[in-house]
């Protein structure tokens, strides 16, 4: 092997390394913060008004003001399982727009200031203003 092809091999090594490393640690990020904070409501609103809908649903379910709580009923899945349960085939992402949706249909939502959620959804806002008031 040549000097030139070993730098380019090393160079070549080091990029692709470092671009795994930011690729997963963006995954792991963004899975974690799928949990928290809802997708579609994140787009539409500032994260003040997010946690102004999770007092809100705190206030009408007091026995989920809890991480642990929220957190397990957030991850039940609409069968009954816990996502960590289950496979889902896909990522979080998947898994929280295909229980969203069902709730939906089935007419799992709550009113809070206006906005007609799911409960997912309600429960993320809560699960949000908990983490930021600890």
């Not at 092809?5 to 997963?24: E, I, P, Q």
């Not at 640690?25 to 999770?54: C, N, W």
Request: net charge positive; hydrophobic share 40%; charged share 20%.
């Amino acid at each position: 092997m040549t000097r030139r092809s070993f730098v380019f091999t090393m160079v070549g090594t080091a990029v692709a390394a470092t671009l795994a490393y930011f690729g997963c640690k963006r995954q792991v990020t963004s899975q974690s913060s799928a949990l928290y904070l809802p997708h579609f409501l994140s787009i539409l609103m500032d994260k003040s008004a997010i946690e102004e809908i999770g007092k809100s649903y705190l206030k009408k379910h007091p026995e989920e003001n809890s991480i642990e709580k929220l957190k397990s009923n957030i991850l039940s899945s609409f069968d009954g399982n816990s996502l960590a349960q289950k496979e889902t085939g896909g990522s979080i992402d998947k898994f929280f727009e295909s229980k969203i949706l069902s709730e939906f249909r089935n007419g799992n939502q709550e009113v809070i200031d206006g906005w007609v959620l799911s409960v997912t959804e309600a429960r993320q806002c809560a699960l949000f203003t908990v983490l930021n008031k600890s």
